[in-house]
């Protein structure tokens, strides 16, 4: 074998490396990008179709929506952490439709001492992330539930806190 065979042999066998090297390196990449794909969260538009529709039908009808004052309260989570209490103190507001603002208030006054209990039933088992969430989501999503449960029918549309303070001892 020549010296010249040998060194096409060897310059073959490199070229052979690179080419290996760089499809290993853009296959990788492309499985990386597949992976972050299929774990990046969508919105909530795209993946529940009737959340988005829920949405349209929020912001059509905040035109004609009243808030009413549930109540203000007072209560202590001590499940939000080891050896430490959480003192919450909030108003509860629910947002309803204008033509059934006086039913729900009737509703609210004939079960106040089942929407107080809930409520603070809700704020007492919270856990420490729900309690320091600035949007308050899942505390808000299940006073609304809950309430609409005891009054047995979907009044509340939304439910605002505009005072929320917590307290840890």
């Known amino acids: 074998v020549s010296a010249e065979q040998e060194a096409a042999q060897l310059a073959a066998a490199a070229r ?6 760089i499809a290993l390196v853009v296959g990788l990449t492309v499985l990386m990008m597949g992976v972050g794909y ?38 202590t989570n001590s499940k939000a952490g080891i050896d430490v209490s959480v003192h919450v103190n909030f108003t509860l507001y629910a947002e309803v439709q204008a033509s059934n603002e006086q039913a729900f208030r009737d509703a609210k006054d004939k079960y106040e001492a089942r929407i107080r209990d809930i409520v603070n ?8 992330d729900d309690l320091n969430d600035p949007a308050l989501d899942t505390i808000k999503r299940e006073f609304r539930e809950e309430i609409n449960r005891i009054v047995r029918k979907l009044y509340i549309i939304q439910v605002h806190i505009p005072d929320w303070q917590t307290l840890e001892r």
């Open 16 to 21: 052979t490396k690179k080419i290996k090297a």
């Open 38 to 75: 299929l774990f990046m969260p969508e919105s909530a538009a795209e993946t529940n179709p009737a959340a988005a529709k829920a949405n349209e039908a929020t912001e059509k009808l905040a035109d004609d929506t009243v808030e009413v004052e549930i109540g203000k309260f007072n209560c």
């Open 121 to 128: 039933r809700v704020a007492r088992s919270a856990s420490r």
